[in-house]
C-alpha cells in the first residue's frame, strides 16, 4: 500500500470560497474526486448573508499533486456553481490554482514556482 495513502493527513488551507448563508452544501458531494484528499471548514467569520469555507487539502505529497488537488476541487466547487447548486459563489482567496493546476508548471505548496517539480 502506498504510503501517502496510510500516512495521517497534513490539512493546509489553500482557499476560501464564499456561498449565500443557509445553502446546504455537501463539498465531498461535489467533488467527487477519490483521489482528492482536501477538506471544507466553515470559517469563522463571514459578511452578512454569506458563509465563508475554508478548503484545506492535505499536503502529504509532492507539491504538483497538491496543486493538482487544489485544482480539483476548486474546479469541481466553481462548476457546481455554474450549474446552479450553488448561490452566489466566489473564489475569496485561492483563484491561482486553478491557473496552476491546469499548467505543467512547476509549483510549491504556497503557490510559489519551485525549480524542478514537475
Same mark, same amino acid.
Given at each position: ?7 495521517? !493527513? ?20 461535489? /467533488? ?14 463571514? !459578511? ?9 487539502? *492535505? /499536503?502529504?505529497?509532492? *507539491? ?34 486553478? /491557473? ?5 508548471? !512547476? ?9 524542478? /517539480?514537475?
Amino acid at each position: 500500500m502506498d504510503f501517502l495513502q496510510t500516512a495521517s !493527513p497534513v490539512w493546509r488551507q489553500v482557499a476560501i470560497v464564499e456561498i449565500s448563508d443557509g445553502t446546504d452544501v455537501d463539498f465531498l458531494q461535489l /467533488v467527487r474526486d477519490d483521489h482528492a484528499r482536501f477538506r471544507a471548514e466553515r470559517a469563522a467569520e463571514a !459578511p452578512a448573508g454569506f458563509e465563508w469555507y475554508k478548503i484545506l487539502v *492535505d /499536503v502529504n505529497g509532492a *507539491d504538483h499533486k497538491i496543486a493538482k488537488t487544489a485544482w480539483v476541487v476548486l474546479t469541481a466547487i466553481k462548476k457546481s456553481a455554474e450549474e446552479g447548486l450553488l448561490k452566489d459563489f466566489r473564489i475569496i482567496q485561492g483563484q491561482h490554482w486553478l /491557473v496552476l493546476g491546469e499548467s505543467n508548471a !512547476p509549483v510549491g505548496v504556497d503557490g510559489a514556482m519551485v525549480a524542478g /517539480v514537475r
